[in-house]
């Protein structure tokens, strides 16, 4: 029997925060056996990406499938929409996490436009860095200041400012620690060569085509084959990485106070407002009016 599949939110996990948040597009935490609160043995999917580090202990869980186990001094990073089951944490369990969303990176400056950092992200399913004491030292050091930055009580002019910088920082050191190991990755030529092809063209042609069968068609390939190495190579769907891009894209302009919803339409190549509110909505859960509306910064 195929368990249920728990939808974990950054939501719930900002409710368990004890103090207000700056911002709520991420959020730093202290765990331990005591007050960790995602039950043991229950496939969970989430919508943020997460890191780990584990000061003590260890932790046995699942992801995609895939059992491993960290221990102390462990980084674990975790991409966003991956299942994950925990199976067993030890009584003197201590760790921090930092959990965000794909918009926070991409509003600390980092999109498809301007690099490849999401997309080395998306391709990198799960990582655990072990026996690296001085990454561990400098990412324990970002998390530590994010956690106060995004403290409300405490009176920081530049809170803001720093909170970029600290993230940015914290974005480069995985980023440089995924290019690090990309030579040693087994991977498949073919599949590597049609995602790289594939995202070239993506960035220059996102707003004009939407759909997947132009990419199919401009790299000579069937659509159904092109989906299945994108899938195998970048764990989504070739559609998935479109309508990623699009929401990503569509946020940027939205969060400019002098594009309207239908400047950002027109500008994605949208037949209508309309088509885009829906289309925005279902992969956001808010329509671009509300998003701009409630958007922090």
């Known amino acids: 029997m195929v368990k249920q599949i728990y939808n974990l939110t950054l939501e719930e996990l900002i409710s368990q925060v004890k103090t207000d948040l700056i911002t709520k597009e991420y959020v ?169 092809k594939f995202f070239l063209l993506l960035r220059e042609n996102y707003k004009e085509h939407h759909d997947v069968q132009f990419y199919a068609d401009s790299l000579f390939v069937t659509r159904k084959y092109l989906s299945k190495m994108i899938k195998k190579t970048m764990f989504k769907t070739s559609r998935e990485i479109i309508n990623q891009v699009l929401i990503t894209e569509a946020k940027i302009l939205l969060r400019n106070y002098h594009t309207s919803v239908s400047d950002a339409a027109s500008e994605l190549n949208f037949s209508d407002q309309s088509v885009f509110s829906k289309f925005f909505k279902k992969h956001t859960g808010q329509t671009p009016s509300e998003y701009k509306k409630n958007d922090f910064f």
């Open 28 to 196: 730093v935490n202290d765990i331990n056996k005591s007050n960790y609160n995602i039950k043991l043995s229950i496939p969970h999917r989430a919508d943020f990406f997460s890191l780990i580090i584990l000061e003590k202990g260890i932790c046995e869980y699942t992801i995609n499938d895939y059992q491993s186990k960290i221990t102390a001094n462990d980084i674990l990073f975790c991409p966003n929409s991956g299942t994950f089951t925990t199976d067993r944490i030890s009584d003197d369990y201590k760790a921090k996490y930092i959990v965000f969303t794909t918009d926070f990176i991409s509003k600390a400056g980092f999109n498809y436009r301007s690099n490849d950092i999401l997309k080395s992200f998306s391709n990198n399913p799960i990582s655990i860095i072990s026996g690296n004491a001085d990454l561990f030292k400098r990412i324990k050091f970002y998390l530590t200041e994010l956690q106060s930055l995004n403290d409300t009580t405490k009176d920081n002019y530049y809170s803001n400012e720093l909170i970029w910088h600290f993230f940015s920082l914290l974005i480069y050191e995985l980023d440089n620690y995924f290019k690090s190991i990309e030579t040693v990755q087994p991977t498949s030529p073919r599949g590597e060569d049609l995602a790289t």
